[in-house]
């Protein structure tokens, strides 16, 4: 199993990133995949059936998580040989251009008021600058 695909209570990892990213402000996700990760693909296509028999029984929670995973815009690349991180992101430069990006992983996830990634976004924005953190610590 792919490790973004590991859940944390209810949810899988990648869940939870795609989430914040909403959370935001993010509209357009791309997520980039390799070998054994078509999985996480998987989790966020639409599922007629699914979403016609929750909306019967009338279980709108549960119907209302499964239109939030769908309803996003999200892009897949897939990444042929895992060469590491910098490799990854090489891969989505076509995608993101000579835009301002956000990283985002699911190794440590993080819970405040105002999204660890809309916080960096701001500052960003009001001061032009880019955000490293390693260890817990801005630089």
Not at 21 to 44: N, Q
Not at 53 to 66: A, C, M, Q
Not at 94 to 104: L, Q, S, W
Request: proline content about 5%; aromatic content about 6%; some cysteine.
């Amino acid at each position: 199993m792919a490790k973004e695909m590991l859940p944390i209570v209810d949810k899988p990892t990648i869940q939870f990133i795609v989430e914040e990213a909403l959370d935001s402000g993010i509209e357009d996700i791309l997520i980039v995949t390799g070998k054994g990760k078509r999985p996480i693909e998987d989790h966020f296509d639409a599922n007629l059936e699914l979403e016609m028999n929750l909306r019967e029984k009338g279980k709108d929670d549960l119907l209302k998580l499964v239109e939030e995973t769908t309803d996003v815009n999200l892009h897949f690349i897939r990444q042929s040989h895992p060469k590491g991180l910098g490799h990854a992101i090489l891969q989505a430069k076509a995608f993101v251009g000579n835009e301002p990006f956000v990283v985002m992983l699911g190794d440590d996830l993080m819970k405040d008021q105002i999204p660890l990634s809309k916080q960096l976004i701001d500052d960003y924005e009001k001061n032009a600058c880019i955000h490293y953190w390693s260890n817990g610590r801005p630089s």
